[in-house]
Structure formats: C-alpha cells, structure tokens
C-alpha cells in the first residue's frame, strides 16, 4: 500500500474541512441563533470531506496489504513521548478544573460576560467525567514516560490503559446531555465522531501496551487515530479561531475543551509517527520471506 494514499486522504480532507469551518465560524456563524447564515454550504462541504477522509483512512489501515508484525515494542520517541507528558497534564487541568466547576454549579450563575457553563446543570455528569479525567491524565503521563524511555511501565498492570476508555465513555454520555441543549447540529456531529475515534483509538492503545492482539491493534490505532486527528483538527481549530476573534459565542469551558482535543490530536499523531516502522517496514531479519496481511476487521 502505497504512503501517498494515505498522506492525500489526510491533508485534502482536512484543508478542506479547515477552510470551510473557518470560513463558517468567521464570517457565516450567527452566535445569537447557533446557526449559519450561508445556508448550510459549508457545513455541508466540510462534514463530506471529513467522512470521505475518514472512511478512506478507515479501510486503508483496515483493509490495505502491509507486511505483517510480530511483538509491537514501545518505541522510545521524544515526540510521542513529550505529547504524552502534555496532554496528559491538560487532562489533568481540564479534570481539576471541570470537578471545581461542579462543585460550585448550584451557587454559580452566569459569569460577568453573560456567558454560561455549558455544563453547570449537570454536575453530577461533570464530576463522573472530571474523575474519569484525573484517572486518564494520570495514565497518559505514564504513557509519556513509557515513550520517553522507551520501556513499558504499564506492562505490570495493563489494567490502568484502561482509564482514557472509560473517560471516553463518560464523555460521550456529557456530550450527549449537552447536545440535546445545542441547536448546531453539524458541531455535535464533529465531536461525537472524535469521540468515537479517539476512544477506539485508546481500546487499540490499551492492548498495545497490554502485548494483546498486536499486530490488529497496530492496524486499527492506525486507523481510529488518524481519523481522530483528521476530525479533532477540523473542529478544535476554527473555533479556537473563531474563539479569539470572539464570533462563534462558545464558553470558557467550551473553547479549553477544544484545547484539550488539540493536546489529545497532537499525542495521537506523535503516537502513530512512533509506531509507523511497525506497520510500513519489517526489521532486516524478518523481512525476506513473510507474507503480505491483508488484515480483517
């Protein structure tokens, strides 16, 4: 399978969906409504490239012939290792920060700008979530350190790669509150997809690091986790755009979720750019002779 396949599923739909929810949320949002004023044209093209990016990514790390893999080491990569250390201290701050908000939900009312937490009627959720949150950030600082080393700390107990699933999870139940509350159809789409990615993403993460089933792991946190990135960049960055220019109207809490989605996108990307060896190339002594894998789901 040919790299540039997956090199132009990537950057293409991504340019694509960049400009046109830029665009969207600089110029066409209508904050007072929750809706576009251009007619739905951008949410349109942005949510197709997206799903076409995405779909394609999918059954290439799917469905593509690679060389098989054996064992799957952690791979010892500064990058990778550094994105671990920061998105799990973002984790950790947008958890802290998330359990204080529901701690103060029933005396808080709207902040002096008139803005208002997008999850102060929901603090039971918002406190399920932050201690979900803690859990996980505690986990992707070991991972850092794992990819720092280049050594396995988690393989004595694999149990606790658990924890970002079940953040995941719990995130997925908030968001679903949320959305019931939000009128703009098109940005619930965006993040309950990155969700499902990122969360795939993390189940194939945990058997890696867990030496279980590694070869179709290495296939599918390929193919969750680029997909994750592709759509949390497509909707993290214009807002964070459209949040310093002050025209999409998203909280506080709202626009440091889009930051964490960009430190869990940029761990994401580093993690696979440490692991593309296992799936693109075989080491010189196991290369002559094996058979190409055509994978499965």
Same mark, same amino acid.
């Given at each position: 399978?040919?790299?540039?396949?997956?090199?132009? +599923?990537?950057v293409?739909?991504?340019?694509?969906?960049?400009?046109?929810?830029?665009?969207?949320q600089?110029?066409?949002?209508?904050? $007072?409504?929750?809706?576009?004023?251009?007619?739905?044209v951008?949410?349109?093209?942005? &949510?197709?490239? +997206?799903?076409?990016?995405?779909?394609?990514?999918?059954?290439?790390?799917?469905?593509?012939?690679?060389?098989?893999t054996?064992?799957?080491?952690?791979?010892?990569?500064?990058?990778? *290792? *550094?994105?671990?250390?920061?998105?799990?201290?973002?984790?950790?701050?947008?958890? #802290?920060?998330?359990?204080?908000r529901?701690?103060?939900s029933?005396?808080? *009312?709207?902040?002096?700008?008139? &803005?208002?937490?997008?999850?102060?009627?929901?603090?039971?959720?918002?406190?399920?979530?932050?201690?979900?949150?803690?859990? !996980?950030?505690?986990?992707?600082? #070991?991972?850092?350190?794992?990819?720092?080393?280049?050594?396995?700390?988690?393989?004595?107990?694999?149990?606790?790669?658990?924890?970002?699933?079940?953040?995941?999870?719990?995130?997925?139940?908030?968001?679903?509150?949320?959305?019931?509350?939000?009128?703009? &159809?098109?940005?619930?789409?965006?993040?309950?997809?990155? !969700?499902?990615?990122?969360?795939?993403?993390?189940?194939?993460?945990?058997?890696?690091?867990?030496?279980?089933?590694?070869?179709?792991?290495?296939?599918?946190?390929?193919?969750?986790?680029?997909?994750?990135?592709? #759509?949390?960049?497509?909707?993290?960055?214009?807002?964070?755009? %459209?949040?310093?220019?002050?025209t999409?109207?998203?909280?506080r809490?709202?626009?440091?979720?889009?930051v964490?989605?960009?430190?869990?996108?940029?761990?994401?990307? %580093?993690?696979?750019? !440490? +692991?593309?060896? &296992?799936?693109?190339?075989?080491?010189?002594? $196991?290369a002559?002779?094996v $058979? $190409?894998?055509?994978?499965?789901?």
């Amino acid at each position: 399978m040919k790299k540039s396949w997956m090199v132009w +599923l990537f950057v293409l739909p991504l340019a694509v969906g960049l400009a046109a929810r830029t665009a969207q949320q600089l110029v066409w949002f209508d904050p $007072e409504s929750g809706f576009t004023t251009d007619g739905g044209v951008t949410a349109v093209l942005a &949510t197709a490239a +997206l799903a076409v990016g995405a779909a394609g990514l999918q059954f290439l790390f799917r469905r593509g012939r690679f060389p098989a893999t054996g064992q799957v080491p952690v791979p010892a990569c500064k990058a990778a *290792g *550094g994105c671990g250390l920061a998105a799990g201290a973002l984790m950790l701050a947008y958890a #802290v920060g998330m359990m204080a908000r529901a701690a103060s939900s029933g005396a808080a *009312g709207p902040a002096a700008d008139g &803005t208002v937490d997008s999850m102060a009627d929901h603090p039971l959720v918002c406190s399920l979530v932050a201690l979900f949150g803690i859990a !996980a950030g505690i986990v992707l600082l #070991v991972e850092g350190a794992s990819l720092l080393r280049g050594e396995n700390l988690l393989r004595a107990a694999p149990v606790f790669a658990l924890a970002p699933q079940l953040w995941g999870c719990a995130a997925l139940i908030s968001q679903f509150l949320r959305f019931t509350e939000v009128a703009n &159809t098109a940005e619930n789409l965006y993040q309950t997809f990155w !969700a499902i990615f990122l969360l795939l993403f993390f189940s194939a993460q945990a058997k890696l690091f867990a030496g279980l089933d590694e070869p179709q792991s290495v296939r599918l946190a390929f193919a969750n986790g680029a997909s994750a990135v592709l #759509v949390g960049l497509a909707l993290a960055v214009p807002d964070l755009i %459209a949040g310093l220019a002050g025209t999409n109207g998203l909280d506080r809490s709202a626009l440091w979720e889009r930051v964490l989605i960009l430190g869990l996108c940029a761990y994401a990307a %580093a993690y696979l750019y !440490a +692991l593309r060896g &296992t799936i693109f190339t075989l080491p010189p002594a $196991e290369a002559a002779g094996v $058979e $190409e894998n055509p994978g499965k789901f």
